[in-house]
């Protein structure tokens, strides 16, 4: 009988990259542009499974199943600290962690303390008692222990904001950082919202958080509120993507952020679903002649009207979920010199094919005439999407203004621009 050899330790890793390189992911609509889609648990299930096919397999499963750890509560936080050992996944590899996303996270005791107005001790007491948080020293711990690989950081404060200085310190040891989300939440564990006033936002400490970071290439504040903050050289000075909530009340901090990062600043993703407000000049001005991708969760209609004069030379992406709310005998908003250079349109199938449709037919053969270097859109579907294909005729509407329609899942604000890039070429 010929003896079966095993297959090299090397060979099986890489066939579990492509397993979960082809694998169903969700992707975090509050994620950054550096992110990287994260399994869903169905696929988690079928990678666990792979560990009975022999020892070597299971051994090699293991770094796959925690390239990525959430952590929303206490309890969690210290069975990571009390259990974690770099020695469960052989001298083959590093510790694994790629992502790492802490819920629920406490203020800091220093600044509960200092804190002397009453509403912010009401504050306190609700919110504790209602919810096991995780507190600031249990991810600074948590950092220096997972740390070394790390790309990803999203952090959600629970009714407050700030940072210690040991989780400062710590986050100064992460090497790989690409990506940190910032966000602020107020909903119990019975998702429920919590009938307190909100506790103290310690701004301070985020900027030397923020500064402690230089490498970092994408940054998004998800909250309405962020003051001007007291950034350090070489604070974000590698920030390519920058994802933000348009609201009046951060317009300042906002600013702050695209002056400090405006000579790297290439994509800016805005997540407000309310119309935007006067001062988005001040948004666009310092960038307008680098920007090259320009994502919302509105109709870009709405952005794009504020500034709808002014020359984006480098701008050839745009993505939009919704699109304009009336449709008019002419595509008015793809006539407006801001959209002269843009080859790619991405957008949402279920939202915009009929708009499309109706739009092309009744703008007639000078319906794209205004969009001269438009050549391609492409069509997104959620695993939620009712639409599985492009309507034909839609398509062939657009193969007669030489525009190709394309369908794809959801995309990364990323793998937008290199799709636009392997379309079409550099600018």
């Not at 209602?130 to 950081?153: P, S």
């Not at 935007?276 to 509105?298: C, H, Y």
């Not at 080859?343 to 053969?365: F, H, Q």
Request: aromatic share 8%; charged share 25%.
């Amino acid at each position: 009988m010929i003896a079966i050899g095993r297959l090299p330790f090397e060979i099986i890793v890489q066939i579990l990259r492509e397993f979960v390189n082809q694998s169903e992911k969700n992707l975090d609509h509050y994620e950054s542009a550096a992110r990287e889609p994260y399994l869903r648990r169905s696929s988690y299930t079928e990678l666990i499974k792979l560990r009975l096919v022999s020892k070597m397999w299971s051994n090699a499963v293991i770094p796959f199943y925690f390239e990525t750890i959430s952590i929303d509560n206490s309890k969690y936080a210290n069975l990571i600290l009390d259990n974690w050992n770099d020695g469960f996944f052989g001298s083959n590899f590093h510790c694994p962690v790629k992502r790492l996303t802490i819920g629920r996270l406490s203020l800091p005791k220093e600044v509960v303390q200092e804190e002397e107005e009453v509403d912010c001790k009401k504050w306190k007491e609700d919110a504790a008692e209602r919810a096991n948080l995780v507190t600031v020293n249990q991810v600074a711990r948590l950092i220096e222990l997972l740390g070394i690989n790390l790309k990803t950081l999203n952090i959600t404060f629970f009714c407050s904001m700030g940072v210690s200085h040991e989780l400062v310190e710590a986050c100064k040891t992460i090497r790989e950082l690409k990506s940190i989300s910032i966000l602020f939440d107020c909903i119990d564990v019975d998702n429920e919202p919590i009938n307190v006033d909100t506790g103290p936002i310690d701004v301070d400490s985020i900027s030397r958080l923020l500064s402690a970071l230089p490498r970092i290439e994408s940054l998004y504040f998800g909250i309405n509120c962020v003051e001007p903050m007291s950034l350090e050289p070489p604070a974000l000075q590698n920030l390519r993507h920058y994802s933000f909530m348009l609201e009046w009340v951060c317009l300042e901090g906002i600013c702050h952020i695209i002056q400090t990062s405006k000579t790297t600043l290439k994509i800016i993703e805005l997540l407000s679903g309310s119309e935007p407000t006067e001062g988005v000049e001040r948004v666009f001005e310092p960038i307008k002649d680098t920007l090259e991708g320009l994502f919302t969760s509105t109709s870009a209609d709405q952005i794009i009207e504020h500034v709808t004069e002014w020359d984006f030379p480098n701008l050839r992406v745009i993505r939009t979920h919704y699109p304009p709310e009336e449709v008019e005998t002419e595509i008015y908003w793809l006539q407006d010199p801001i959209l002269k250079n843009v080859r790619t349109i991405v957008t949402d199938l279920d939202c915009s094919e009929e708009y499309w449709i109706v739009a092309l037919e009744l703008a007639g053969v000078d319906a794209l005439k205004g969009a001269p270097n438009f050549k391609h859109i492409v069509f997104t579907k959620s695993e939620h999407s009712k639409s599985q294909e492009i309507d034909p005729e839609l398509v062939k509407a657009f193969k007669s203004h030489g525009v190709q329609c394309h369908f794809s899942h959801e995309l990364t604000p990323d793998e937008c621009m290199e799709l636009d890039y392997q379309l079409n070429g550099p600018m």
